[in-house]
């Protein structure tokens, strides 16, 4: 995958591979929050996003959650990660966001929408 052309191919399909049906069941968050709720009781559900894992308060809050000690995470650890490349097209990037909109609105809704725009800047496009 690390070829050059594999990062072109990459970046050329982000708009199609992103609206995937495999992409959708995990970031619908309009979806799959509401689906939650109605099976587990809101004391057993911790809301945490990518963006926020890598900072020690929000580790702290998922060891208070599950109820263990507070662990000292090794944040400065690198594992499996990948080189920056070019950011995909920025119609693609409109697109996604626009596919996605009920998700970004609901999450802005729910969690406040400066923290959204703050994780997920591409909120921005919905504007």
């Given at each position: 995958?690390?070829?050059?052309?594999?990062?072109?191919?990459?970046?050329?399909?982000?708009?199609?591979?992103?609206?995937?049906?495999?992409?959708?069941?995990?970031?619908?968050?309009?979806?799959?929050?509401?689906?939650?709720?109605?099976?587990?009781?809101?004391?057993?559900?911790?809301?945490?996003?990518?963006?926020?894992?890598?900072?020690?308060?929000?580790?702290?809050?998922?060891?208070?959650?599950?109820?263990?000690?507070?662990?000292?995470?090794?944040?400065?650890?690198?594992?499996?990660?990948?080189?920056?490349?070019?950011?995909?097209?920025?119609?693609?990037?409109?697109?996604?966001?626009?596919?996605?909109?009920?998700?970004?609105?609901?999450?802005?809704?729910?969690f406040g929408?400066?923290?959204?725009?703050?994780?997920?800047?591409?909120?921005?496009?919905?504007?």
């Amino acid at each position: 995958f690390g070829t050059p052309e594999a990062y072109e191919r990459a970046r050329q399909n982000f708009g199609k591979s992103a609206k995937a049906d495999w992409q959708e069941k995990r970031t619908k968050y309009d979806v799959i929050l509401p689906k939650l709720e109605r099976v587990f009781p809101a004391e057993d559900i911790h809301y945490g996003f990518y963006e926020t894992l890598f900072d020690q308060s929000h580790v702290d809050a998922i060891c208070d959650f599950l109820g263990i000690r507070r662990q000292d995470a090794n944040l400065n650890a690198k594992s499996n990660a990948s080189p920056k490349t070019d950011n995909p097209d920025p119609q693609a990037l409109r697109g996604v966001a626009e596919h996605y909109r009920g998700a970004y609105e609901y999450c802005a809704d729910r969690f406040g929408d400066a923290f959204i725009r703050k994780i997920w800047p591409y909120a921005a496009l919905l504007d």
